[in-house]
């Protein structure tokens, strides 16, 4: 049995006995002796341990219920815990800032942001000139995805978010989030006084779920949106040929792909004249989770349009263009293309 008063003491040594880049028998044996006294002991150890901040604090749960340890800015953690990391591959953010320093877009609607200090981190150091951030103005927030993460809006100087709103709180018939992670709408004055409506979603839910949030987003939209100059944008995980996305284009939005100018290098080989059920369209055989529809008025004032998906990593078949420094899966920049449309 552990001695309390001596628990600080096990530790303390048990650290310094783990940092020796050498360790003799005696040092190994010692180590068994902290281990079973610290009730490291496999045996002894539950299986499922969850870590979560909460208010400010650190606190531990075992799957056997018993009560957590904390530890916060006032009390000291009486523990410790091995995490195991995944280095991330430096390429990987390299090849994502790629993507959009290339595209040079005014406005940029990011998903599965980690939170707001790693985007700020990100544009800092990847989105940078010698005139400071390319996207001065930067909003985050966070939704109901379970791992933290949110939506992200970035906007070039001259364009001034006028409105904004969440909808993360929405909740179905059974009490459950709506929107797997949000659905946010911004409304943006461009240079010049123009006006952009914007909603922006990323849905992680099955099918018939994510249905149910697509019924919500026409009744929030309403009617009237055929006379706005309205963008909705995000990751519906809806097949395109599905009728759950009826209501979208009984709205009268479109998708930008559909339009005479979208462009994107086609699939290399035979995929080249091949169209998969639920792709992009023919010679685009990514299947398409991802869309960008906008209103009539857009729709007629685009000039040009298109995808990039050079920073995804062709797991066998299609194939297309990637970027040269893009060698493996881990080096891509995301799973997702990147869609965009210019407008006169």
């Known amino acids: 049995m552990i001695d309390p008063d001596r628990t600080l003491d096990y530790h303390e040594e048990f650290t310094s006995l ?18 079973d006294l610290l009730g490291f002991d496999a045996s002894k150890t539950p299986g499922y341990l969850e870590l979560r901040p909460m208010g ?25 815990v091995p995490v195991k ?7 990987a953010t390299r090849h994502k800032a790629k993507v959009i320093r290339e595209l040079d877009a005014d406005i940029l609607l990011l998903q599965e942001v980690e939170d707001r200090s790693a985007l700020r981190y990100f544009s800092h150091k990847y989105l940078s000139d010698t005139g400071g951030p390319i996207y001065p103005q930067l909003l985050f927030l966070e939704g109901n995805d379970g791992r933290g993460l949110g939506l992200a809006l970035l906007m070039k100087k001259g364009f001034r978010l006028d409105s904004l709103r969440t909808y993360v709180n929405e909740v179905d018939s059974q009490g459950r989030p709506l929107f797997g992670t949000d659905l946010q709408r911004y409304g943006i004055k461009c240079p010049g006084g123009k006006e952009l409506i914007v909603f922006s979603t990323n849905l992680t839910g099955s099918e018939i779920e994510n249905g149910k949030a697509i019924l919500r987003i026409k009744g929030l939209m309403g009617p009237d949106v055929l006379g706005l100059p309205i963008v909705l944008a995000g990751s519906l995980n809806i097949p395109r040929y599905s009728g759950l996305l009826e209501p979208i284009k009984a709205l009268g939005l479109l998708d930008i792909t559909r339009h005479r100018s979208f462009s994107v290098p086609l699939d290399r080989a035979k995929d080249r004249d091949y169209e998969r059920l639920g792709a992009f369209g023919p010679g685009v055989n ?6 960008l529809w906008v209103g009539p008025i857009l729709f007629d004032a685009i000039c040009s349009c298109g995808m990039d998906r050079r920073g995804i990593w062709p797991h066998k078949r ?11 899966i881990g080096q891509q920049a995301s799973e997702h293309p990147l869609l965009w449309f210019d407008i006169k």
């Open 85 to 91: 990391n995944k280095v991330l591959d430096p390429w």
């Open 18 to 35: 783990s940092s020796k880049p050498i360790k003799g028998v005696r040092d190994l044996e010692r180590l068994r002796e902290l281990s």
């Open 56 to 80: 400010g604090g650190l606190f531990a749960r075992t799957n056997d219920n018993g009560k957590g340890m904390s530890a916060g800015a006032v009390s000291d953690w009486k523990g410790w």
């Open 318 to 328: 299609p194939q297309w263009k990637v970027f040269r420094t893009l060698k493996r």
């Open 286 to 291: 990514l299947l398409q989770k991802d869309f």
